[in-house]
Every structure is written in structure tokens, then in C-alpha cells.
């Protein structure tokens, strides 16, 4: 394993047949200091806001391919995204070639400190 390549999307865990690999609930942070978020069931708590921006969206539909929940569809010329799939790995936001994907953690953890 690639310690900086894995985004903790939970899928290995899922498919090794002998349980070998576990993915915990956690922040964790990433060597440019960005923080992530990573969970192995998707009905658990969920952190971040997705958005994408539909001016810089060429709907290459890469994200799509890529997203390891299918959280992500294209349909009529339109990137759909389905909250109730994601993960929050931020596959989709590292692998978008214009940047039309963010992922917000930061208000979350604000709103968190403010209560
Ligand atoms: S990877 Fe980026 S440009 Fe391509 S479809 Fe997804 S959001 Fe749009
Ligand atoms: S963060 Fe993106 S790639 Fe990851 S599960 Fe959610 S929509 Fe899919």
C-alpha cells in the first residue's frame, strides 16, 4: 500500500475475502495539510459538502469512472451526485482535471468549534 495514494475510500476492506484490511472513522490529515475525511460504512455520520461547479465541469465524467460508490451518474449532459453513496474519500475532487469539485470540511469542523 502507498501510504499518501489511498483515500481511505473503504473499498479493499470490502473486497479482501480473509478481513485482512480494517478502515476506522477518522480525520486524518494529508502531508500538504489538507484534512480528510474517511469512513468505512456509508450509513454513518457524515462530514463535508459536496459541490461542483457546473461552469468548469467539461463532463469528461472521469469523477464518474472513478468514484468507488457510484455516488456520482452522468445524465443528460449533467454531473449527478447522489449524497446518500458518498463516502467523502475525495476521489472525485483530487481526479477532476478542472477543478470543479470541492469538497468542504473545513465548515463543518467550524461549525463543530462554534456550537
Ligand atoms: S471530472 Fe471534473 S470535469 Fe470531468 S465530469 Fe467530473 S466534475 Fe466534470
Ligand atoms: S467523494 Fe467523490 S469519489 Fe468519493 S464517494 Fe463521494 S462522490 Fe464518490
Do not use: H, W
Request: charged content about 35%; glycine content about 4%; overall charge negative.
Amino acid at each position: 500500500m502507498i501510504k499518501n495514494n489511498c483515500v481511505y475510500c473503504g473499498l479493499c476492506a470490502d473486497t479482501c475475502k480473509f478481513d485482512a484490511i480494517k478502515v476506522y472513522d477518522d480525520y486524518y490529515y494529508t502531508k500538504d495539510g489538507k484534512l480528510y475525511f474517511a469512513r468505512l460504512y456509508v450509513d454513518g455520520e457524515r462530514k463535508g459538502e459536496f459541490s461542483l461547479s457546473d461552469k468548469r465541469c467539461q463532463v469528461c465524467t472521469i469523477c464518474v469512472k472513478n468514484c468507488p460508490t457510484s455516488a456520482l451518474s452522468c445524465e443528460d449532459d449533467k454531473i449527478l451526485f447522489d449524497e446518500e453513496n458518498c463516502i467523502y474519500c475525495r476521489e472525485c475532487e483530487q481526479i477532476c482535471p478542472v477543478e470543479a469539485i470541492n469538497i468542504d470540511f473545513e465548515k463543518e469542523i467550524k461549525e463543530e468549534i462554534e456550537e
